[in-house]
């Protein structure tokens, strides 16, 4: 059977015959609390069993809905994953808390650096890496907030003498593990109805950092830039369109697996998480959400971006596409957040995922 079918099958059983094991919902603040199984299938973890643990509430006065998430992963493969996702509104909206804490022990494969790399032509390391992300916010007016971010991981790979070995990682850049701090301003205005599963308002957010941190010779430092524009139009009660503009820029010693990257379940699907790795990228992602009835919709999708190792490159040269499309179950009749089930394709690679919450 095709390695796409089995995860959905296996999904599509489990979500069916559990998703009411822990349900809670408060009908007065619109509270829910949910505990689900899953179980997936991928040639890199072979059969994946994975815990869910979903709370959302509204702070006092609050606006806008908080939520707090919780994966514990484990495979055939023996190798496991933990994390913890937040984001949280205090009473009146005057702060937001936005991060998460992930631990991992995992196999990745390695592709090179620029947007020349092969499908075919790949390194299977494995790794184990605590990584930590937060942005604190503070209002300073309607919409917009003003705060600190930080970002930090701790990563040991371990490369196997019988893969490819590629000459772009180097003790300097953490072929034998790493450290790093990174810390900077972030602003961010937001006029989304809803964190997790929008459906009207914009999004825009602004983070240069600057790192901190060691390999196992010597010390290093680095810069990093975001930008990340979203807007959603409802074009009806039950469609939305969606659209996402995100650009990073880096500068300095960046570790390699912190380098900007396109691919995986978020940022261009259908490529694998990390196929095209540079300095520097920008990727726009549009997509076409219908809610059709109860509790299922579905979605239609297509993306098209690169990576860029100097700002002096041609922008619109060498631009991957992927498109694709997939299935929607809201966790809550109160919440309309989804469980995504999502088939995309590209010129040479195609990816199947099942997430929580959509994709941007």
């Not at 009146?92 to 650096?113: C, M, V």
């Not at 309309?336 to 040479?348: G, P």
Request: proline letters at 4%.
């Amino acid at each position: 059977m095709s390695n796409w079918i089995k995860p959905c099958l296996i999904t599509l059983c489990l979500f069916a015959s559990f998703s009411e094991v822990r349900a809670r919902q408060a009908k007065e603040d619109s509270t829910v609390f949910k505990a689900l199984p899953l179980a997936y299938f991928t040639p890199e973890t072979r059969i994946a069993v994975e815990g869910f643990v979903f709370y959302s509430f509204y702070a006092r006065n609050s606006l806008r809905k908080s939520n707090l998430r919780l994966f514990i992963t484990f495979t055939q493969n023996m190798q496991y994953l933990f994390t913890l996702p937040w984001q949280v509104y205090t009473a009146d909206d005057q702060y937001f808390l936005n991060g998460s804490i992930d631990y991992r022990k995992f196999p990745e494969y390695y592709y090179g650096l620029g947007n020349d790399t092969n499908e075919d032509f790949r390194a299977l390391y494995e790794f184990k890496a605590l990584s930590i992300k937060s942005k604190s916010y503070k209002k300073i007016k309607r919409n917009t907030y003003f705060g600190l971010a930080l970002q930090g991981q701790r990563l040991h790979p371990e490369f196997s003498d019988t893969e490819p070995v590629f000459d772009d990682i180097v003790t300097e850049n953490g072929r034998g593990g790493y450290s790093y701090l990174s810390f900077g301003p972030s602003l961010m205005w937001d006029r989304r109805d809803h964190i997790l599963s929008p459906s009207s308002g914009s999004f825009i957010e602004i983070t240069p950092l600057i790192g901190l941190g060691k390999t196992a010779e010597a010390a290093f430092n680095f810069g990093m830039a975001s930008f990340d524009f979203r807007h959603y139009w409802p074009i009806s009660e039950k469609i939305t369109w969606a659209n996402q503009l995100l650009a990073q820029l880096s500068y300095g010693d960046v570790p390699f697996r912190v380098l900007p990257t396109l691919g995986g379940p978020f940022f261009h699907r259908g490529y694998y998480q990390g196929r095209f790795r540079d300095r520097h990228l920008a990727v726009l992602q549009t997509e076409y959400r219908q809610h059709v009835i109860g509790r299922i919709g579905f979605a239609v999708f297509g993306s098209a971006g690169r990576v860029y190792n100097t700002l002096r490159e041609d922008l619109f040269q060498q631009i991957h596409l992927a498109a694709g499309g997939g299935l929607r179950f809201r966790i809550s009749k109160n919440d309309r957040t989804n469980v995504r089930l999502d088939y995309s394709f590209t010129s040479d690679s195609r990816g199947f995922y099942i997430y929580f919450a959509e994709a941007f």
